[in-house]
């Protein structure tokens, strides 16, 4: 499979997660779709809620629920978004940080024939993560 057939194949996926958006506040509804560095495909929805703050936006659910089947990284994610492009918040950016592989391509599509392709670097420069934490000894 070429690198675009990929990312077409991330679009899809992402776009079929979009239709199960659980929105009935915003009206906003978003897919996104993850690769592992092992090969594998989650896919994940915005779910919002009555009280709003537990809102969980798609690129988390899709992360998630990735890391909670033991992917070690992600390599790649796909996001769509309302009828546009719509880029990551901030959250998930942060997020994305946290287990991205070196790398990580971030795609925003409108859908499979529209997109741009971003590096984490590009959406969330200077950033704080893991290695600033590491060996405990902050205290
Ligand atoms: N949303 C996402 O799913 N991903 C983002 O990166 C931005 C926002 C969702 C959360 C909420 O359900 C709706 O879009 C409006 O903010």
Same mark, same amino acid.
């Given at each position: 499979m070429t690198k675009k057939e990929k990312i077409e194949k991330l679009i899809v996926r992402a776009q079929e997660a979009q239709k199960k958006a659980y929105v009935p506040y915003s009206g906003y509804s978003v897919g996104a779709a993850v690769l592992t560095s092992d090969g594998d495909i989650f896919d994940g929805c915005n779910i919002e809620n009555?009280?709003?703050?537990?809102t969980v936006c798609a690129e988390r659910v899709a992360i998630f629920k990735a890391v909670s089947e033991d992917? &070690? &990284?992600?390599?790649a994610i796909a996001v769509v978004a309302g009828e546009d492009m719509g880029f990551p918040c901030g959250v998930c950016r942060q997020v994305m940080r946290e287990f991205a592989s070196e790398g990580l391509e971030i795609i925003v599509a409108k859908n499979k024939d529209e997109y741009e392709c971003y590096h984490l670097e590009d959406l969330l420069p200077h950033s704080f993560g893991p290695e600033n934490l590491k060996g405990g000894e902050h205290v």
């Amino acid at each position: 499979m070429t690198k675009k057939e990929k990312i077409e194949k991330l679009i899809v996926r992402a776009q079929e997660a979009q239709k199960k958006a659980y929105v009935p506040y915003s009206g906003y509804s978003v897919g996104a779709a993850v690769l592992t560095s092992d090969g594998d495909i989650f896919d994940g929805c915005n779910i919002e809620n009555a009280s709003y703050t537990p809102t969980v936006c798609a690129e988390r659910v899709a992360i998630f629920k990735a890391v909670s089947e033991d992917a &070690s &990284s992600i390599d790649a994610i796909a996001v769509v978004a309302g009828e546009d492009m719509g880029f990551p918040c901030g959250v998930c950016r942060q997020v994305m940080r946290e287990f991205a592989s070196e790398g990580l391509e971030i795609i925003v599509a409108k859908n499979k024939d529209e997109y741009e392709c971003y590096h984490l670097e590009d959406l969330l420069p200077h950033s704080f993560g893991p290695e600033n934490l590491k060996g405990g000894e902050h205290v």
